[in-house]
């Protein structure tokens, strides 16, 4: 498959950056049969310069201990799942009970909408990439403290900045609010579109919130049908 000229420049910025983290200080003339072999493979070549940045970042995290009472609580650090070249990547709030088990985020009955949301969108899971504010299960589901949202900041950009997805749909208030830095409700955040640096932002209700209030998911479609048209996907 050929990359288009975006795609290629994107992969070739991170793998730069990859490669500037690793230490690298110059690098060889490419030969042309390199640069086209570049041409041919860039979107798997792109997974591969982000996938052990991101892997490092995971392992960083995996043994952050910053939040005394999660760390002490957790069974275990949820990082993200997906594409890490994705365009678009959906934010939520904290792993639940399900997801620290399993180590993935979304994986219980409101992952299991998430995933159908996803399709609605003309998209599969493995399409996108699926993160949370904070990486650790706060006990008993409770909401992330700001202190903990904050300490968990800094893995989070640093994700986005290796991931540079176009698109972020934050499912729920905590995600919106921490990411764009408000104090709006999600009533007013959804329906419009977010700038955050160059990706654009739509917000939407958590997962978990339409199985309790299934009459909101109209809105939900509605927001989905919005990031659709920025996305540039037709809309039936
Ligand atoms: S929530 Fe984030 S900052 Fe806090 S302990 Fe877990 S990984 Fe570290």
């Not at 399900?98 to 992952?111: K, L, S």
């Not at 104090?183 to 329906?191: A, D, M, Q, V, Y």
């Not at 419009?192 to 739509?202: A, L, S, T």
């Amino acid at each position: 498959m050929t990359a288009s000229p975006d795609r290629l420049r994107r992969a070739l910025r991170q793998q730069l950056e990859s490669l500037e983290a690793a230490g690298a200080k110059q690098l060889p003339r490419p030969s042309v049969a390199v640069l086209a072999h570049a041409e041919i493979e860039a979107p798997a070549d792109l997974r591969c310069s982000i996938a052990p940045a991101l892997e490092a970042l995971r392992l960083e995290v995996a043994a952050c201990t910053r939040c005394g009472e999660l760390a002490r609580t957790r069974t275990q650090t949820v990082f993200g799942v997906g594409d890490p070249g994705a365009r678009l990547c959906f934010m939520g709030e904290a792993p639940g009970a399900d997801e620290d088990r399993q180590g993935e985020p979304f994986v219980g009955r409101a992952g299991q909408l998430l995933n159908r949301i996803i399709e609605a969108c003309r998209l599969r899971r493995e399409d996108v990439y699926i993160l949370n504010t904070i990486k650790c299960r706060p006990p008993n589901n409770r909401k992330p403290a700001p202190e903990e949202a904050a300490n968990c900041r800094r893995f989070l950009d640093r994700q986005l900045e290796l991931i540079k997805p176009q698109f972020i749909c934050c499912l729920g208030a905590v995600a919106a609010q921490n990411l764009l830095g408000t104090t709006e409700s999600i009533g007013r955040l959804r329906g419009r579109v977010h700038p955050f640096g160059d990706i654009k932002v739509v917000c939407t209700y958590h997962p978990a919130y339409l199985l309790r209030n299934p009459s909101a998911k109209k809105q939900t479609w509605d927001d989905m049908k919005l990031l659709m048209r920025q996305m540039g996907t037709p809309v039936d």
